[in-house]
């Protein structure tokens, strides 16, 4: 089975561009979720979907991040502008509400790496 | 806030060395706490879930344990593939699926 999707693998840009991650969760998985990581601060959960509706975004950093999830099977963090800060590896985690909501599995991609020089 | 920190940041081992690894939370209420590890370049992979005081679970060289206040990752007689970072989680008891994640353990085991 495939699991869970993300592109780019890998992002350089310059500051002040617009920056899309794309999510492509597990087939069958209601809740998505977006984590930033990086050395100083670990893993940080900016945002997190449930039946495509946004249920805690406490976490996305400041107005030049937003993330949609349009459909069961697609999600997109934006950032724009983007700024060096925002340099980090953010990943995207599925799970089904259910049994898996009871274990706190989250299944998580690759990740992709933004550097914003 | 939900806080976890765990320790050592850091760690070397010697193939067969065991050893145990450290996460200490504060969670108002807790509903789980999670372990999971992460290979270089890869996202997180999950290991465990402890409910309650008390409770233990193993996997092959692992067993993790939990009390009130922190939870332990027991690594016995470590192989070099068990190299990795550990994360831990916990899940506060409000009916959301957020995790608060610590900054993990780099657990180096040299054959």
């Known amino acids: 089975d495939a699991g869970v999707i993300q592109s780019p693998r890998h992002e350089v840009t310059e500051m002040g561009q617009e920056v899309t991650l794309r999510c492509k969760p597990i087939?069958?998985?209601?809740?998505l979720f977006w984590y930033r990581q990086t050395m100083m601060r670990g893993l940080e959960l900016l945002i997190y979907?449930?039946?495509?509706?946004?249920?805690?975004d406490s976490g996305m950093p400041e107005d030049r991040f937003s993330a949609k999830m349009p459909n069961a099977s697609f999600s997109t963090l934006k950032i724009q502008p983007s700024e060096p800060r925002d340099s980090a590896v953010y990943f995207c985690?599925?799970?089904?509400?259910?049994?898996?909501?009871?274990?706190?599995?989250?299944?998580f991609g690759e990740g992709s790496r933004l550097t914003v020089l | 806030e939900d806080q976890v920190t765990q320790s050592p940041e850091a760690l070397r081992l010697q193939e067969g060395e065991s050893s145990s690894l450290n996460c200490s939370y504060t969670v108002s209420g807790l509903r789980g706490l999670f372990w999971y590890r992460q290979d270089p370049g890869k996202g997180p992979e999950f290991l465990f879930t402890l409910y309650s005081a008390g409770e233990e679970k193993e996997k092959e060289r692992l067993k993790a344990t939990l009390t009130k206040k922190e939870s332990f990752l027991h690594i016995t007689a470590p192989k070099p593939e068990d190299s990795a970072t550990y994360l831990c989680?916990?899940?506060?008891?409000?009916?959301?699926?957020?995790?608060?994640f610590g900054t993990g353990t780099r657990l180096l085991v040299s054959p």
């Open positions: 087939s069958g998985h209601n809740s």
């Open positions: 979907f449930n039946n495509n509706v946004p249920i805690d």
């Open positions: 989680a916990v899940q506060e008891n409000t009916g959301f699926q957020k995790l608060v």
């Open positions: 985690a599925s799970s089904f509400g259910g049994s898996s909501w009871e274990t706190g599995e989250l299944f």
